[in-house]
């Protein structure tokens, strides 16, 4: 077995201009909320693999940019959205992910209030739009492996971080940073618990104001501290 893996190994060549290279390719997945749903924007693809498929934004980097620039660059270019946080999701390397040939994706994750987003600003006038992750079918690819895997990413960043602000206008009540929290973990949350621990937290402070909206009960308006992604015990 050792000398198998051994021969192996020498056949790799030395000199890059020899191997076979695979592509490498970035994919973007930008969530956020609407009308109680988590949604994601989606691409339709109008050519062959997967026509009329569902994709989530992404294209081949060029060998003169980063990762990081390349999926900037993608995800203006796709969806129109600039100048917002990336976080890296995690690297998908199947050999037959993809079938016109050897492709690993690197794939970024970011979230945001629904309100933000003008997906009509695409500047190549693609077909993205915004789909509840609940109706998903007919995705391209491995698609529905990598929205998975970023959900499961995003439930878990949930509870030690603040990045469900990122969600949220600069000032919300504490019932829709609560409701943001249900949604996205798909449970119920008790609200005296979920108050207790949040201020609990220091990670959010009262602007001040209140918001009253007709007959409703007067609500205190909060934000988070800190703009930047932060972690926490």
Known sequence: MNNTKSLLHE???????QLDKPAVSVQVLIFS???????????KRMREPFKDY????????TVEESLNDAAKRILYEKTGIKNVYLGQLETFGEVNRDPRGRVIAVAYYSLLPHNSV?????????????????????L???????????????????LYSNIAGTLLPESFRLSELQK??????????DKRNFRKKMLS???????????KLGNHRPAMLYKFKSKELIHYD
């Open 140 to 158: 391209a690819f491995d698609h529905e492996e990598i929205i998975k895997t970023a959900i499961k990413r995003i439930k878990s960043k949930l």
């Open 33 to 43: 909320i609407n009308k109680g749903k988590l949604e994601i924007v989606l691409i």
């Open 201 to 211: 937290l220091d990670v959010i402070e009262s602007t001040g104001e209140i918001y």
């Open 180 to 189: 943001a929290y249900e949604i996205i973990l798909e449970e119920k949350i």
């Open 54 to 61: 569902f994709s989530i934004p992404g294209d081949i980097i």
């Open 118 to 138: 003008d997906l009509s600003k695409a500047p190549n006038g693609l077909h993205a739009s915004w789909i509840p992750v609940e109706k998903l079918s007919k």
């Open 11 to 17: 056949a790799i060549p030395r000199n890059l201009d």
